[in-house]
């Protein structure tokens, strides 16, 4: 008997915790450091931003912290999500390899950022808290926040990124839709957006300018709170039920993973996906490989340095170790949106540093010519920053092919490209262009790294 190609657990399997990897690694990562005293911040230096559930699940080391049952009954609007074999996309390679996607754009939102979402709303309205403000690059985390909000009847407010604001107006459109008020970062409505429109009117944006308008607006309002849709712990935490869930569904069909892929931006869905399989590694139940894939324009890991950095363009945040391009450094507008930050979650970059993982990174026509592929084959228009994965992922298979090695491959298909159709013109017209970030770029944003 053959094994299924889709594989749907049922809303009885939704994990019931998160899992906390904290708790399992070898050391603990560097602590956040407050950029005044460079002392660690401790609790209330983040109340002013964060609830205090969402503090304490921040510097949690309990391996499995449970989720609560208001949560997961808005998880059952989507979740489980499905573990489909790619088998018409292997046919297509003509590879040996078994390649698996969990596919998370089932969601409201059509990506993975809910499943933080939902929690963060849910904690700040359960903390009498009235309104979040956010920053958002694609437009899939101002999506998926605009939606929480809804569910708890939250104000939302998000900057997104000029670049993307002017490249994907549905998504802008989605917020709304939801209740959202939504502005192009950056923004008059800001002193940080004031700033950097007085230095460069025709500013394309970032992610770092875009956190400093949404933590300057709710720093200066009681009654509002930021949320975050990558890099903290706390974030990265919420996503593993992504893994929970794909290690189950591997294990119903006997399935062991070789190779575990997935796209990096902050590194929260690579997160959600991968530290579920890391603990079973790190027990010796299983032995995967565990690799990251990043863009060229934008690469964190391959290109960055491993230091303490802001957080954010103004330096409003804590000082966190991580892999950075540098606090001001502001990419190319490449199609991947999502994956367009100058840093990387301070947690994964500790792990790059232990070797518990590698990383690679890719261009972003090579990108979207493995998502046409993929498409073509299983149906789905990926979200450009899955495209990422993808495109490791075939390489790898075609590698299989040569060999005829038969690994056991499995990725997170973090959203669908429904809101992305520009970009895919862009990239079938022949009019995309690759961006490779040369050095003396990187090197002049490193020049300004605060002095630890």
């Known amino acids: 008997m053959s094994k299924p190609t889709k594989i749907v657990l049922d809303e009885s399997r939704i994990p019931r915790n998160w899992y906390n990897v904290l708790a399992d690694l070898p050391s603990p990562p560097p602590p956040p450091l407050h950029p005044g005293t460079l002392q660690p911040v401790g609790p209330d230096d983040l109340a002013p931003l964060f609830p205090m559930p969402l503090i304490e699940q921040e510097v949690s080391t309990e391996r499995f912290i449970p989720i609560p049952e208001e949560v997961l009954d808005v998880y059952r609007l989507w ?76 104000d939302c407010e998000v900057w997104m990124v000029r670049a993307s604001y002017d490249q994907k107006p549905y998504r802008k459109l989605l917020m709304q839709v939801w209740g959202a008020t939504v ?150 507008p490449i199609h991947a949106g999502g994956l367009r930050y100058h840093g990387m979650s301070p947690l994964l970059s500790h792990m790059y540093e232990l070797g518990l993982f590698t990383a690679v990174a890719r261009t972003q026509t090579e990108c979207f010519e493995a998502g046409v592929r993929f498409a073509r084959a299983e149906g789905i228009v990926p979200a450009p920053e899955p495209t990422h994965a993808l495109a490791e992922t075939i390489a790898e298979a075609l590698r299989c092919k040569e060999t005829g090695e038969e690994k056991v491959i499995v990725t997170a298909l973090c959203g669908h490209g429904h809101f992305d159709l520009a970009a895919y013109d862009r990239y079938l017209s022949g009019a995309m262009e690759d961006f490779e970030l040369p050095q003396e770029r990187i090197e002049a944003a490193l020049a300004h790294l605060p002095k630890v």
């Not at 979402?117 to 958002?136: D, K, M, S």
């Not at 720093?219 to 935490?237: I, K, M």
């Open 79 to 154: 979740r489980p999500t499905p573990l489909i074999r790619a088998r018409r996309l292997e046919r297509a390679l003509g590879t040996p390899a078994r390649i698996y996607y969990k596919y998370e754009g089932t969601s409201p939102a059509g990506s993975h950022k809910p499943n933080t979402a939902v929690p963060q709303a849910f904690y700040n309205a359960q903390q009498g808290i009235r309104r979040l403000t956010t920053e958002t690059g694609a437009g899939q985390w101002g999506s998926a926040l605009s939606f929480a909000c809804a569910q708890y009847g939250l």
């Open 183 to 332: 502005h192009a970062s950056p923004s008059p409505v800001t002193e940080a957006g004031r700033k950097v429109l007085a230095d460069d009117p025709d500013s394309p944006g970032s992610l770092g300018i875009a956190i400093s308008e949404a933590v300057e607006v709710a720093a200066q309002h009681e009654d509002t709170r930021y949320a975050l849709g990558s890099v903290l712990n706390h974030v990265l935490l919420h996503q593993t039920v992504i893994g929970e869930e794909a290690l189950e569904q591997l294990a119903a069909v006997g399935e062991t993973p070789d190779l575990i892929v997935g796209c990096t931006g902050g590194g929260s869905n690579f997160g959600g996906l991968a530290f579920p399989f890391l603990r079973e590694k790190l027990v010796g139940r299983m032995n995967p490989e565990i690799r990251a894939v990043e863009p060229a324009a934008c690469p964190s890991f391959t290109k960055g340095v491993y230091a303490y950095d802001y957080g954010d363009t103004a330096g409003l945040t804590p000082l966190m170790k991580m892999h950075t391009l540098g606090h001001d450094f502001v990419p190319d």
